[in-house]
């Protein structure tokens, strides 16, 4: 059963986060005519072309420092991970697999691709998003971890 917490849910922090993530997935491709796929950003900073350094440590940077941007406003949400260190980092690597091999991640094929009504990108969403469902019902339900 699914039970939601009323006391925090928070729709118009999550439209505006939204709205800001369009914004600025739009404005990248705009003014850079690059997409703001994460994973092809710090991929690319592995055998980085000359002059393509600057602006995905500046990118990254900006994920990194906005959790701290946030504390000056008030205190971030409560997280909590029920899983291992082992489960974490084999989880990580999967989806860096993932990643590789449907050439982007959530962020370049579920924001970028499908606001651009890209086929491949609706089908590589429509793959991960599966393969994220059915994991979870597989731990939780079938294995009961």
Do not use: Q
């Amino acid at each position: 059963m699914i039970e939601i917490a009323w006391n925090d849910f928070t729709p118009w922090s999550a439209l505006l986060g939204g709205i800001l993530v369009g914004i600025a997935a739009a404005s990248f491709l705009l003014l850079n005519g690059r997409i703001a796929g994460i994973s092809g950003i710090l991929g690319g900073l592995l055998a980085p072309a000359k002059g393509d350094v600057i602006w995905r440590l500046a990118f990254l940077g900006g994920l990194i420092c906005a959790p701290a941007l946030w504390l000056l406003a008030t205190d971030l949400p409560a997280i909590e991970i029920n899983a291992g260190y082992p489960a974490l980092i084999i989880a990580g690597v999967l989806v860096g697999i993932g990643t590789r091999y449907g050439s982007g991640c959530t962020s370049g094929h579920g924001v970028c691709g499908l606001s651009r009504l890209s086929l491949r990108s609706l089908m590589a969403t429509l793959s991960f998003m599966g393969a994220g469902f059915a994991t979870v019902y597989v731990i939780r339900h079938l294995l009961g971890v």
